[in-house]
C-alpha cells in the first residue's frame, strides 16, 4: 500500500466547497433570505404603527394591545435558539422553508383575525414560526457562499434588510393613511405573495441540503425559558393591579431552573461558560438594557402621538427612519473605527448619545409637536444606536473562541428581542400608572378626544421617555467601565 508523503499532502488540491445549490443559482438564495428577512424584520416596526388602528378595530384593551407584540417576541426570544439548532440539525433550507411556510401562514391569521384573543394566539404562532426563520436566512447564506465570497453576500443582505426595515414602516404608514380602519389587516396579509416568491425562489435553486449536526436538542432549557418569560411578562403587564407577585415568583423560579439546567445540560442551548468572560457578559447586559429602551420608545411613541396628538401614521412612521437611514450608511466606518480603537468606548458614547435623545424626549414630549421636537430627537436617536450595532457585533464575537461564534451571536440576538419582550410588558404598567396619576378619562393609548386624556396620554410617554434614558445611560456606563 502506498503511503502519501506530507509533501504530496500539501500540495493537494483544496477540497471543492459544495454549497446548497449550483453556483448560477446562488443569487436566487440570496433574495429568497432578504425577502423572508424582510417579513420578519418589517413586521416588529409595521405592527408598532398599526397598533392603534389594530387596538381600535377588535376593541383592545391596552395588555391586550401589549400582547399583540409581546405573544410574538416572547416564542421569538424563547425559541430562536433552538430555532438555529434545529436547521443545523435537519437541515437549513428544510427548516428555513418550514419556518416561512409557517410564517405565512400566521399573518393570514392575524389578517383575519377577529378578536383580541384570535389575535395573541395568531401572533404567537408568527413568533414560533419566525424563531425558525430568522436565524435560517444567515446560516443559509454561510452553506451557500463559499468564504471567499461570503462578505460580499453578507453585506447584499444586510444593506437590502436595512433598506426594506426602512420602507416598510413607510408604506404601511401610507397604506394606514390613506385607507380605512381595517387597512392594517393588508399589512399582514402581503407576506403571502412575499412568502410564495421565498419558497419559490428556493425551490428553484436548492439541490443539496446537508444535516450537519447530531447534537441532541435542549428541548428542556427552551420550555424553562419559555415559561419563565412568559410569567415575567405577564406580572409586568399587571403590574398596577397588585396581582402581579405569584406571576414574578413564577418567573423567578423558572430562571432559576432553567439556569440550573443550562449550567448542568452536556448540551445547553445558552452554553453559561460564555459569561465568565467580562466583556462578552458586558456586552450582552449592555444590549438588553439598550434595546429594552429602544423597544420602549418604539412601541409607545407611535401610540402616543397617532391616538392623541393627531399625527397621521405616514408620519409616525417617519420617525422609525433616522434608524435605518443611519446604520446602514455608518456601520460601515464604524466598525473600522471600532477595528481600531476597540469597540467600548464607541459602543458607551452611542449608548450615551441615545440617552441624550431620550432625555430630550421627556423634556419636549408636553410640547406635543412632532415635527420640531419627537424628530429631532429620533434623528439623534438614530446616530447614537448607528455607533452601536456594529461595534457591540464585534464586542461579542471577539470576547470568545472562534468555534463559539454562532451560539455567541444567537445569544446576543436572543437577548435583545427579550429586552423587547420585557420593555413592553413593564413600560405598559409604566405608562398605565402615569396616566392614571396624571387624572386621565381613560386608558393610556386609547383614541379618544379631550384634552385631558391628551394629557395624560402624553404624561405616559414622558414617564417611558425618562425611564428610556436612564436604561439607555445604564447601558452607556456598562461598556464605558468594561475591559472591552
Not at 155 to 171: D, F, R, V
Given at each position: 500500500?502506498?503511503?502519501?508523503?506530507?509533501?504530496?499532502?500539501?500540495?493537494?488540491?483544496?477540497?471543492?466547497?459544495?454549497?446548497?445549490?449550483?453556483?448560477?443559482?446562488?443569487?436566487?438564495?440570496?433574495?429568497?433570505?432578504?425577502?423572508?428577512?424582510?417579513m420578519?424584520?418589517?413586521?416588529?416596526?409595521?405592527?408598532?404603527?398599526?397598533?392603534?388602528?389594530?387596538?381600535?378595530?377588535?376593541?383592545?384593551?391596552?395588555?391586550?394591545?401589549?400582547?399583540?407584540?409581546?405573544?410574538?417576541?416572547?416564542?421569538?426570544?424563547?425559541?430562536?435558539?433552538?430555532?438555529?439548532?434545529?436547521?443545523?440539525?435537519?437541515?437549513?433550507?428544510?427548516?428555513?422553508?418550514?419556518?416561512i411556510?409557517?410564517?405565512?401562514?400566521?399573518?393570514?391569521?392575524?389578517?383575519?383575525?377577529?378578536?383580541?384573543?384570535?389575535?395573541?394566539?395568531?401572533?404567537?404562532?408568527?413568533?414560533?414560526?419566525?424563531?425558525?426563520?430568522?436565524?435560517?436566512?444567515?446560516?443559509l447564506?454561510?452553506?451557500?457562499?463559499?468564504?471567499?465570497?461570503?462578505?460580499?453576500?453578507?453585506?447584499?443582505?444586510?444593506?437590502?434588510?436595512?433598506?426594506?426595515?426602512?420602507?416598510?414602516?413607510?408604506?404601511?404608514?401610507?397604506?394606514?393613511?390613506?385607507?380605512?380602519?381595517?387597512?392594517?389587516?393588508?399589512?399582514?396579509?402581503?407576506?403571502?405573495?412575499?412568502?410564495?416568491?421565498?419558497?419559490?425562489?428556493?425551490?428553484?435553486?436548492?439541490?443539496?441540503?446537508?444535516?450537519?449536526?447530531?447534537?441532541?436538542?435542549?428541548?428542556?432549557?427552551?420550555?424553562?425559558?419559555?415559561?419563565?418569560?412568559?410569567?415575567?411578562?405577564?406580572?409586568?403587564?399587571?403590574?398596577?393591579?397588585?396581582?402581579a407577585?405569584?406571576?414574578?415568583?413564577?418567573?423567578?423560579?423558572?430562571?432559576a431552573?432553567?439556569?440550573?439546567?443550562?449550567a448542568?445540560?452536556?448540551?445547553?442551548?445558552?452554553p453559561?461558560?460564555?459569561?465568565?468572560?467580562?466583556?462578552?457578559?458586558?456586552?450582552?447586559?449592555?444590549?438588553?438594557?439598550?434595546?429594552?429602551?429602544?423597544?420602549?420608545?418604539?412601541?409607545?411613541?407611535?401610540?402616543?402621538?397617532?391616538?392623541?396628538?393627531?399625527?397621521?401614521?405616514?408620519?409616525?412612521?417617519?420617525?422609525?427612519?433616522?434608524?435605518?437611514?443611519?446604520?446602514?450608511?455608518?456601520?460601515?466606518?464604524?466598525?473600522?473605527?471600532?477595528?481600531?480603537?476597540?469597540?467600548?468606548?464607541?459602543?458607551?458614547?452611542?449608548?450615551?448619545?441615545?440617552?441624550?435623545?431620550?432625555?430630550?424626549?421627556?423634556?419636549?414630549?408636553?410640547?406635543?409637536?412632532?415635527?420640531?421636537?419627537?424628530?429631532?430627537?429620533?434623528?439623534?436617536?438614530?446616530?447614537?444606536?448607528?455607533?452601536?450595532v456594529?461595534?457591540?457585533?464585534?464586542?461579542?464575537?471577539?470576547a470568545?473562541?472562534?468555534?463559539?461564534?454562532?451560539?455567541?451571536?444567537?445569544?446576543?440576538?436572543?437577548?435583545?428581542?427579550?429586552?423587547?419582550?420585557?420593555?413592553?410588558?413593564?413600560?405598559?404598567?409604566?405608562?398605565?400608572?402615569?396616566?392614571?396619576?396624571?387624572?386621565?378619562?381613560a386608558?393610556?393609548?386609547?383614541?379618544?378626544?379631550?384634552?385631558?386624556?391628551?394629557?395624560?396620554?402624553?404624561?405616559g410617554?414622558?414617564?417611558?421617555?425618562?425611564?428610556?434614558?436612564?436604561?439607555?445611560?445604564?447601558?452607556?456606563?456598562?461598556?464605558?467601565?468594561?475591559?472591552?
Open positions: 500500500m502506498t503511503k502519501t508523503s506530507p509533501a504530496s499532502q500539501s500540495s493537494a488540491a483544496p477540497v471543492a466547497f459544495e454549497g446548497t445549490c449550483p453556483d448560477r443559482a446562488r443569487p436566487l438564495v440570496l433574495a429568497a433570505c432578504i425577502v423572508a428577512s424582510a420578519g424584520f418589517i413586521d416588529g416596526t409595521v405592527v408598532s404603527i398599526a397598533l392603534p388602528a389594530m387596538r381600535e378595530s377588535l376593541g383592545a384593551s391596552l395588555p391586550q394591545a401589549q400582547w399583540f407584540s409581546n405573544a410574538y417576541m416572547l416564542f421569538l426570544s424563547a425559541l430562536i435558539l433552538a430555532g438555529g439548532a434545529v436547521g443545523d440539525k435537519l437541515g437549513q433550507a428544510r427548516v428555513f422553508k418550514w419556518g411556510a409557517a410564517f405565512v401562514v400566521a399573518s393570514l391569521a392575524c389578517a383575519f383575525a377577529p378578536s383580541p384573543e384570535f389575535m395573541i394566539a395568531a401572533r404567537a404562532a408568527k413568533g414560533m414560526a419566525a424563531a425558525f426563520m430568522v436565524p435560517g436566512s444567515l446560516a447564506i454561510s452553506r451557500t457562499y463559499p468564504r471567499a465570497e461570503r462578505g460580499r453576500a453578507i453585506g447584499i443582505w444586510a444593506a437590502a434588510s436595512a433598506l426594506t426595515t426602512a420602507a416598510g414602516p413607510i408604506i404601511g404608514g401610507i397604506v394606514l393613511t390613506a385607507g380605512g380602519p381595517e387597512m392594517w389587516r393588508w399589512i399582514f396579509a402581503v407576506n403571502l405573495p412575499l412568502g410564495l416568491l421565498a419558497l419559490g425562489l428556493l425551490a428553484r435553486a436548492i439541490t443539496r441540503d446537508p444535516a450537519a449536526d447530531e447534537t441532541p436538542l435542549d428541548w428542556q432549557g427552551a420550555l424553562l425559558a419559555t415559561a419563565a418569560l412568559a410569567a415575567l411578562a405577564w406580572g409586568l403587564t399587571i403590574l398596577q393591579t397588585g396581582a407577585l405569584p406571576y414574578l415568583l413564577g418567573a423567578l423560579a423558572f430562571g431552573a432553567f439556569l440550573w439546567h443550562e448542568r445540560s452536556p448540551h445547553p442551548m445558552m453559561l461558560s460564555l459569561f465568565r468572560s467580562p466583556v462578552f457578559a458586558a456586552a450582552n447586559a449592555a444590549t438588553f438594557l439598550l434595546y429594552m429602551s429602544l423597544a420602549a420608545i418604539m412601541f409607545f411613541l407611535p401610540m402616543t402621538v397617532i391616538t392623541t396628538w393627531g399625527v397621521s401614521e405616514i408620519e409616525a412612521a417617519a420617525a422609525f427612519a433616522p434608524l435605518s437611514v443611519f446604520i446602514s450608511t455608518l456601520s460601515s466606518w464604524v466598525g473600522r473605527l471600532a477595528d481600531r480603537h476597540g469597540p467600548a468606548r464607541i459602543i458607551a458614547a452611542g449608548a450615551g448619545i441615545v440617552a441624550l435623545s431620550y432625555a430630550a424626549l421627556a423634556a419636549t414630549a408636553p410640547l406635543q409637536n412632532f415635527w420640531f421636537a419627537v424628530m429631532p430627537a429620533m434623528v439623534v436617536t438614530g446616530f447614537g444606536m448607528a455607533l452601536v456594529a461595534p457591540l457585533s464585534t464586542a461579542v464575537m471577539t470568545v473562541e472562534d468555534s463559539q461564534n454562532g451560539i455567541a451571536s444567537g445569544i446576543n440576538n436572543a437577548l435583545s428581542r427579550m429586552a423587547s419582550l420585557v420593555a413592553i410588558a413593564a413600560f405598559g404598567s409604566v405608562a398605565a400608572i402615569a396616566y392614571g396619576a396624571a387624572g386621565g378619562p386608558s393610556f393609548g386609547e383614541d379618544m378626544g379631550g384634552a385631558l386624556h391628551a394629557a395624560a396620554t402624553t404624561m410617554f414622558v414617564w417611558t421617555a425618562a425611564l428610556s434614558s436612564a436604561l439607555a445611560a445604564g447601558s452607556a456606563a456598562i461598556m464605558w467601565y468594561s475591559r472591552g
